[in-house]
């Protein structure tokens, strides 16, 4: 669920890469890889590289439908991993974009937490690894709305008649907020209660304190600006921003509202028809070593899904916001996967908000 933080280059510099393709890509000393961007220690490329005397190519995707695009558009057959978000895993699954992961080649797998082990949208691991997780939770200015411990500061008018805020563009994460907020729960995909959701994001939409809505690190940066006072982003790019910056985010808070809020695991997979897939298998289980994965999170300020590099995590990562209370636990859940004609229903109703 890394958002975007490059230069829009990235994204172009990708689409050349997956159009300049050639059957060279096979060759066993090159490793291509496609994530999100400013998610991999740079470090960490290199001491793969050193170790297995390969070379790792990396390209970049800003949103998991351009990821998901790519990849039918023939990246299947032309990057070896991608990193795509829990509940995008059985659209991949089911598309057959992806091939199941040989667990003989990756004894580091144990290393994961149990609860990143047999995950709902991928029983048995049978297709991914977990890489890092995280939480989409409310920020906010301390010192123009005082404490913060709900939606209503998005959806309660009389809550907050005029300070702006605004809402994830993720069309799931925002309903689900809405749906949790009405009551609902953030999981909720009955039809009804969706419809419901959609006519409150309809009815915010009209207010003139809403300011659009906007990926998780652009309101990062609207509200260290002042141009928002509440908004949506992800616990780790909180994390960073405020250690890089602390003055200009003295005030703002992240915090998972008492109704609910989404957690996130992003995970590697292996394209169905990727050029190097026994490499591919060695990156993997590199990034599941624990001092790997404890220098990983250590540069991305996410939590890390393997237990055996707790204890060379920063400590920092080890409490709340990056790794959240046992009872903030009990509030998140990860975004449900759908499919087929609810997929189908759910994408009309988001269409209709955002048109209207």
Sequence with gaps: MRPIIKPMATSLLAALALGGFTSAQAQEDKLFIFNWSQYMDPEIIEAFEEKHDVEVVENYYNSLPEMFSKLRAGGKSQYDIIVPSNYFVPRLIETGLVQELDHSKLPNLDNLYPRFLDPSFDPGNKYTAAYQWGTTGLIYNKEELGEVDSWDVMFDEERNPENPFSLISDGQVSMGIAC?????????????????????????????????FADGTPQLQQIAQGNIDAGMSYNGDYLFYADEDPEAYENVEFTIPKEGAEMWVDSMMITSEAPNPDLAHKFIN???D???????????????????????????????????????????????????????????????????
């Design 290 to 356: 624990a001092e790997v994965g404890a220098q990983l999170s250590n540069w991305t300020w996410y939590s890390s899904p393997n237990e055996a590099a707790k204890p060379m995590l920063d400590e920092i990562l080890l409490e709340a916001p990056a790794t959240p209370t046992d009872e903030q636990m009990e509030r998140v859940h990860f975004t449900p996967s759908l499919k087929g004609q609810q997929l189908q229903t759910f994408q009309q109703l988001w269409t209709d908000v955002q048109s209207r």
């Design 286 to 288: 590199f990034i599941l």
């Design 180 to 212: 949790a907020y009405l009551g609902h729960g953030y999981r909720c995909q009955d039809t009804e209660q969706w419809k419901e959701a959609a006519k409150l994001i309809i009815n915010t939409k009209g207010r003139n304190n809403f300011n659009g």
